[in-house]
């Protein structure tokens, strides 16, 4: 079965609305090793419409530039791109496609095919909402900027249920930004203050 790893840019309240517009600042080499590791080992890439539509309005010409981005513009071109829409849509960019039919399905299906490589998925909020909470999802890479935005929409809204997740690994970048790394748990069940006060430090009277 294969893997589906979304990263997202995440600020410390949760927004993840517009980061072009204040995580440059943080962006190092670090940072930008998560980010291939999320984007650039993939062969498929999962994209709602507006995140594509950004990638799309940008990577290729960067690759057509060959500046320093043209190799990872390259591997994003060279990828199989799926765009998850409501909206018949026509590309340019090649190796692009709609997703056909229902979301939870068709991700069931690709999940299932036998190919090795992950699929990767970057912002796409909606859809990695719709996959956490189908259970679908195998890994979220959250790199939390050490700021609070603010205003704009944030990655989990309110008046659904919870999502227990498990934390796998967690690294502090220079900038202060951490890199953190879940994947789906179990339920972790009910607890009340009694259940936890034994866990409380003891102190001698």
Known sequence: MRKISAGLFIALDGVVEAPDQWHFPYYNEEMGAAVDATLGRADTMLFGRRTY?????????REAAGGEDAPFAKK???ARKIVVSNQQLK???RNSEQLQGDLIEAVTALKNETADGTIGMSGSVSVVRQLLAAGLLDELHLLVHPIAVRKGMRL???GEPPIPLTLISSQTFKTGVLNLVYSPAESVGNASYEDAKVHLPQ???
């Open 53 to 61: 539509d950004s990638f799309a309005g940008a990577w290729p010409e």
């Open 76 to 78: 994003l071109g060279d």
């Open 91 to 93: 590309f340019v960019w």
């Open 156 to 158: 989990f809204d309110e």
């Open 203 to 205: 102190h001698e009277q």
